[in-house]
Structures are given as structure tokens and as C-alpha cells.
């Protein structure tokens, strides 16, 4: 018989070059296809934060919008010593010292005894949360209905014996809006914080009641060390919020407040209101700095005393 060989056709083999050539190709392909995804995202980002920022800066080193000279730091000098700004800046400045402390510490002790077995619990969290559904122009109504002269606060004060107080025109007006920002804002930080409460995980929590660890060593050594991102999340949203507190400190008491709440977006917006753009910038980018190193050094605390959960 005759024997058939087995006959196999030749294997191609491919070229390197042909194989990097594909694979380049495909490369290209995907950085056009995520550019052109992104493309829309970083218009919008130049558009609305970008160019609005180059053109701050801009103002702040020229005279005047019309002539555009150059005077670099100038403005930067007549901002520093206008005694108005002093004024707002350290208002603004005692304001957040004081107002986003307390609203860290009071939401994060209301979320942990709102996260015990608490009779009528879901009332408090309501209770707590019902200023985040009332508009701005309601609470300054509530506030006005307070606190006025011939307001319910008074009343009770001459019920008791005392004397009327004009809380928005004394001594006493920061304290009045600093209560006025916690009653608004505690409520959400409240619930983040008890977000990040039922995120720990349960075996740590037992192993530390096993060692017979104390509840203050549980929250100092265990707790807080998970609450370290929240905290910080927290503490940064307070601060913007206590930044956004003039909305209401204008409803309240007007363009010219009594000296003790005249912050910083007072100053702004009368710089604004007298279309005295190169003081407006100026006093914008300065704020700017001092905000991004005060972020900045919660990111270095919180990464200090995070990387460890972390790991």
C-alpha cells in the first residue's frame, strides 16, 4: 500500500513589527476614545473654574479693568491694610475657630448616642435632620421671630425679671448666628459620622470588649482611628459651610452688619457692589490661599493618623 504522507500546511509567522504596529494602534484608539470622553469634562472644568481663576488673578495685578497696567502686589498691599478687611477676616476667622469645632464634636456625640439602643431614636435623627428640608428664608424668619428686639427671646427675658437685648446689634450677635449654624448643620454631619460608625467592623469592636477595654479606650484607639477620613470629610464641609453663613447674616441684618458679624463675603460683596474688581480679586485669591493650607495640613493630620487603618 501506498503510503500518504501526512502533509501540514506552513505556519505563518508573524513579524514582530506587524504585531507592535496593532498593538500601537490600539493604544491610539483608546487614548481617542477616553480623550474624547473626557474632552467634555475638561472643557466645562476650564470653562466655569479654570479660565475664571486665571482671569481673577489678572484683575488682582492691575489697575483698573480699563487701562490694564500692571502693579503687581499692589493690591494685595491696599487689601492687607484696609482696616474693613481686618475686620472681616478676623471675624470670619474667630467665627470658623469656634463654629466648626463645636459642629464636629456635637454631631459626632449626638451619631454615637444615636447609635446605642435609644428610646424614640428615630425622632431624635429627625428632629436633627428637619433643618436640612427648611429654606434659608425660613430659618431667617424662625431667627428674626427669636431674636429680635420685641422677638420670644426678650419676652421670656422679661419674664423672668431681665432686660430686652438687641441680639443682632451687641456683642451677643455671633453667638446668636454661630447657634444659628449648628442647629442648621448638625444634622448632616450627624448622619455621616453615623455612616462611618456602622462601617467599623464588628470583630475589632468584640476583641477590644473581650481584653476588657474601656469605652473610652475603644473610641480613642479603635473608633477614632476609623472616623479619621470622616472627620476630615466632615470638618472641610463645615468649614465651607461656615464660609456660607453670610447668606443668612445678610437676610438677617443687610449689607452693613453690626461690627462682630461683618465677615469676609460682607467685604466681598460691597468690593463687588462698588465695582472695585482689582480689591475683590485680590481679597478672593488671598482667601483662596488660606483656605488651600488649612485643607492641605487636614490632609497631612488625617493621612498621619489614617495609613495605619489604611494598611
Request: proline share 4%.
Given at each position: ?277 482689582q480689591r475683590l480679586s485680590a481679597a478672593a485669591i488671598m482667601m483662596s490661599l488660606v483656605m488651600i493650607v488649612i485643607i492641605g495640613t487636614l490632609f497631612l493630620v488625617e493621612n498621619h493618623f489614617g495609613k495605619d487603618v489604611e494598611?
Open positions: 500500500m501506498r503510503k500518504e504522507r501526512n502533509k501540514t500546511a506552513p505556519v505563518k509567522k508573524i513579524k514582530p513589527a506587524k504585531v507592535k504596529t496593532k498593538a500601537t494602534k490600539r493604544l491610539r484608539k483608546q487614548k481617542i476614545g477616553s480623550g474624547l470622553y473626557l474632552a467634555p469634562s475638561f472643557l466645562g472644568v476650564m470653562m466655569f473654574y479654570i479660565i475664571p481663576f486665571a482671569v481673577i488673578i489678572f484683575y488682582s495685578m492691575v489697575d483698573n479693568p480699563i487701562s490694564k497696567n500692571f502693579v503687581l502686589l499692589d493690591n494685595y498691599n491696599r487689601v492687607a491694610q484696609n482696616a474693613a478687611f481686618k475686620t472681616a477676616v478676623t471675624n470670619t476667622a474667630v467665627f470658623s475657630a469656634i463654629a466648626v469645632p463645636l459642629a464636629v464634636v456635637l454631631s459626632l456625640i449626638l451619631a454615637m448616642v444615636l447609635d446605642t439602643k435609644l428610646p424614640f431614636r428615630s425622632q431624635f435623627r429627625t428632629f436633627f435632620l428637619s433643618p436640612m428640608m427648611v429654606p434659608v428664608a425660613s430659618i431667617v424668619l424662625i431667627w428674626q421671630v427669636l431674636f429680635h428686639y420685641n422677638g420670644a427671646i426678650n419676652e421670656v427675658l422679661l419674664s423672668l425679671g431681665g432686660g430686652k437685648i438687641d441680639w443682632m446689634k451687641s456683642q451677643y450677635s455671633q453667638i446668636v448666628i454661630i447657634i444659628l449654624f449648628l442647629w442648621k448643620n448638625l444634622g448632616y454631619n450627624m448622619i455621616l459620622f453615623m455612616a462611618a460608625l456602622a462601617s467599623i467592623p464588628k470583630d475589632i469592636l468584640e476583641v477590644a470588649r473581650l481584653e476588657s477595654a474601656t469605652p473610652l479606650q475603644t473610641f480613642f484607639f479603635i473608633k477614632l482611628r476609623y472616623l479619621s477620613s470622616t472627620i476630615l470629610f466632615v470638618t472641610i464641609m463645615s468649614l465651607i459651610n461656615s464660609f456660607k453663613v453670610f447668606r443668612e447674616i445678610y437676610l438677617l441684618t443687610g449689607d452693613h452688619p453690626y461690627d462682630s458679624i461683618y465677615m469676609l463675603q460682607h467685604f466681598m460683596n460691597n468690593a463687588f457692589a462698588s465695582l472695585d474688581y494598611g
